[in-house]
């Protein structure tokens, strides 16, 4: 059954902590992607990978940090220096063959 | 720089009436479109997208969209809305830099009246 599974779909911290949110896919696609959403908004981009070992940042990438060390894998960790960390933290994933996105289920983190 | 905008905050429909979503983008060229579908709390879905071709694309769900250059929109539709339709729905470009990221509007909430 093929898909992205993120973990944990709650997560909460204190403020100064930082966090690692987890995302992993079995769909064989090279790209993947982590997008912030906040209510009222719609996604933004924070990293990109196009292939393991390489990524990018994206829109809002200060204070978040990436590693894709596994083509599977594309872990996210949100620092204490993001200002503003409380959001709906979506992955996704794109094939080589189109543009569209395929997204996990999200993690709500809520930081106090 | 591309954009997209959902002009629509929140619709209201009946179940069984007719539903229409527009969404205009801001691009040059031919895009890449896509709608997808967010149930509370979950993550995207997707209903359609257009790259070429017919300008009247069929998705998933019963929905379909049609891309009008000359308008520069994609506007999703429904013949008959059921009760399960309520969700957020998203109209996004495709970027055409190397990063290929996804440039969302600002969504619409779709409520359905019994």
């Known amino acids: 059954d093929g898909g992205i599974t993120q973990s944990p779909k709650y997560l909460f911290r204190k403020e100064g902590q930082n966090v690692t949110l987890s995302c992993e896919q079995n769909?064989?696609?090279?790209?993947m992607y982590w997008y912030r959403q906040d209510p009222g908004q719609g996604l933004r981009l924070i990293y990109y990978?196009?292939?393991?070992?390489?990524?990018q940042k994206g829109d809002i990438a200060e204070g978040y940090s990436v590693s894709r060390e596994k083509k599977e894998s594309f872990p996210l960790t949100v620092t204490s220096a993001q200002k503003n960390p409380t959001a709906f933290y979506l992955c996704?994933?794109?094939?080589?063959?189109?543009?569209?996105?395929?997204f996990g289920p999200g993690t709500r983190l809520t930081v106090t | 720089a591309q954009s997209v905008t959902q002009p629509d905050i929140h619709i209201t429909v009946s179940e069984g009436a007719s539903l229409e979503l527009r969404c205009n983008y801001s691009?040059?060229?031919?895009?890449?479109l896509f709608w997808y579908v967010q149930s509370p709390g979950q993550g995207l879905q997707l209903l359609l997208k257009?790259?070429?071709?017919?300008?009247l694309v069929q998705g998933i769900k019963g929905f379909e969209a049609e891309f009008k250059r000359s308008q520069s929109s994609f506007n999703l539709r429904k013949p008959s809305v059921h009760w399960s339709d309520a969700a957020e729905y998203f109209c996004a470009v495709g970027s055409m830099d190397s990063s290929y990221k996804l440039i969302f509007g600002s969504g619409t909430r779709l409520l359905v009246r019994p």
């Open positions: 691009y040059g060229a031919t895009p890449y």
């Open positions: 990978s196009q292939i393991v070992n390489d990524f």
């Open positions: 769909l064989n696609h090279d790209a």
């Open positions: 996704a994933s794109r094939g080589d063959r189109g543009h569209e996105q395929y």
């Open positions: 257009y790259f070429s071709g017919d300008t």
